[in-house]
């Protein structure tokens, strides 16, 4: 009796304290997190995954949410990006610690976008990106950046690498050799802007990929490109995918499967050193526009353009000007411009044109009026019927 008295007593005392916030309550744990510092000076910006974020020196920020880019970055005037005040304009250094090794980032987009001061990238062994679906833009505008070392990333689950080394002017060597790129659906200007003189794709796994737009646009030092293992065969953009390869001596898209491509507009244009280029077997039936495609290929002496259906192309302005060289364009049965709008300057500055029965190049007469095959005086045109 005495000791049920007791722990009624007890129970009562512990109800009141209780309500009086006076029990002890356990410590809140902190759980760990991903986010990245600016240094005091905005030089370096550091990438850390644990329970310190508040005593951090500097500027602490989420990393990208959603559809958001990082808030640690600001890019003005490119795809209408908002500014940001807080843009680290100096930063030269990136660090990612040992911390962020346990770290599972779904997007790297936009990361270093921008950096055009930065000089190196410290323990990036340290990043792990096997969760990561998005690295488009990622290192957008490094301008400054001469290496990467990108052996350890784990590409498996990315399906867009747009714009990822866009303008990576100093690069001078790229191993994206163990990039698995089975689940990429954009590679648009992937390499738009690199300067680099070569660059391995022999295992580029391209199946699912879409988007080829501007891939290799101003890559201005490649010589040389194999994409024969490319399997383009749900492609639907490849404009200006190599336009202003102004060095380019070889290219072999032989093997390409256009058959879904819908826009070629500048595909080859300012190719300047290419002298032979193979696309007879390009299936152009679903195309709509080829404005510009060869624009500037001035080496170019013969096209044979035989595998060619133009039977959706609405313009064709521009298609071969400047092309100061050509002096011959094969064409098949598939050729047709009964649906094109606009052609105007098709043909300006070819001056070596010659169709197939003699007819020459006028300059006064270059739009789509002549782009046929040559049926002599009576009926002339620029091409030549492939036999």
């Not at 508040?54 to 003005?76: F, I, N």
């Not at 001469?146 to 790229?174: A, H, P, W």
């Not at 507009?265 to 152009?284: A, I, K, P, Q, Y």
């Not at 606009?342 to 007819?359: A, H, I, Y």
């Amino acid at each position: 009796m005495i000791k049920t008295k007791f722990n009624m007593k007890r129970n009562i005392a512990l109800f009141f304290l209780s309500l009086l916030g006076l029990t002890a309550q356990p410590a809140q744990a902190v759980a760990k997190e991903a986010y990245a510092v600016v240094s005091p000076d905005g030089t370096t910006l550091t990438f850390y995954f644990d329970e310190n974020k508040s005593s951090r020196q500097g500027t602490a920020y989420e990393l990208k949410l959603g559809k958001d880019y990082p808030k640690w970055v600001r890019l003005s005037g490119h795809y209408s990006l908002p500014e940001s005040p807080d843009f680290p304009t100096e930063i030269m250094t990136v660090i990612f610690d040992e911390s962020f090794k346990d770290a599972r980032p779904v997007s790297c987009a936009y990361w270093f976008a921008g950096f055009n001061g930065l000089k190196k990238i410290e323990g990036i062994a340290n990043l792990n990106t096997s969760k990561v679906t998005d690295m488009s833009f990622m290192f957008y505008g490094c301008y400054g950046l001469q290496g990467l070392e990108l052996n350890g990333f784990d590409t498996s689950k990315v399906t867009n690498m747009g714009s990822m080394f866009e303008y990576c002017r100093s690069l001078e060597s790229l191993d994206v050799s163990g990039f698995d790129t089975s689940n990429v659906t954009d590679m648009s200007e992937m390499f738009s802007g690199c300067v680099l003189k070569s660059i391995d794709l022999s295992r580029f796994e391209t199946s699912k990929v879409t988007n080829m737009t501007c891939m290799f646009d101003d890559c201005e030092n490649l010589k040389s490109l194999d994409l024969s293992s490319f399997d383009t065969s749900n492609v639907t953009e490849m404009g200006c995918m190599f336009e202003n390869c102004n060095q380019l001596e070889s290219l072999d898209v032989s093997r390409f499967n256009t058959s879904k491509v819908t826009d070629m507009v500048g595909m080859f244009s300012f190719c300047e050193s290419l002298e032979e280029l193979d696309l007879s077997r390009f299936n152009t039936s679903q195309v709509t526009t080829m404005v510009s495609m060869f624009e500037s290929c001035e080496n170019l002496k013969t096209l044979d353009l035989s595998g060619f259906n133009t039977s959706n192309v609405e313009d064709m302005v521009w298609m071969f000007v400047g092309c100061e060289s050509l002096k011959t364009i094969y064409v098949g049965t598939g050729w047709n411009t009964s649906k094109v709008k606009e052609s105007n300057s098709m043909f300006s500055r070819c001056d070596s044109l010659v169709g197939g029965k003699g007819t020459e190049f006028d300059s006064e007469i270059v739009d789509k009026t002549r782009a046929r095959v040559d049926g002599g005086k009576a009926k002339p045109g620029y091409f030549t019927a492939k036999k």
